[in-house]
Nanobody
Framework: QVQLVQSGGGLVQAGCSLRLSCVASGRTYSANYVMGWFRQPPGKEREFVAAITWHNGNTNYADSVKGRFTISRDSAKNTVYLQMNSLKPEDTAVYYC????????????????WGQGTQVTVSS
């Protein structure tokens, strides 16, 4: 059984940084697996943030976070990270990591396993 366990998050001021972690268990990652980060702002639908292809490290980002957020993975630890810099109040959301088999996509419905979610709140 695949489990994704998230950590990190919290309350920070605008301009500050946070790092989210997502530890995967129950799977040995190889080619064709993608890990993604999504977020759900208050009262809104879940949206794509970033994705990384496990075997080659290729990354994709939403336009709203390009240049500020960085997704990375540590294969030895089966862990994916989301480094968030220059945070803005509009980044406030519950953040989720997710896994899928196949190519990277922004479509939430294409991801099969999800982490428990972690709150990120950015004050102005």
């Amino acid at each position: 059984q695949v489990q994704l366990v998230q950590s990190g998050g919290g309350l920070v001021q605008a301009g500050c940084s946070l790092r989210l972690s997502c530890v995967a268990s129950g799977r040995t990652y190889s080619a064709n697996y993608v890990m993604g980060w999504f977020r759900q702002p208050p009262g809104k639908e879940r949206e794509f943030v970033a994705a990384i292809t496990w075997h080659n490290g290729n990354t994709n980002y939403a336009d709203s976070v390009k240049g500020r957020f960085t997704i990375s993975r540590d294969s030895a630890k089966n862990t994916v990270y989301l480094q968030m810099n220059s945070l803005k109040p509009e980044d406030t959301a519950v953040y989720y990591c997710a896994e899928r088999f196949g190519i990277a996509t922004m479509m939430t419905s294409m991801y099969g396993y999800w982490g428990q979610g972690t709150q990120v709140t950015v004050s102005s």
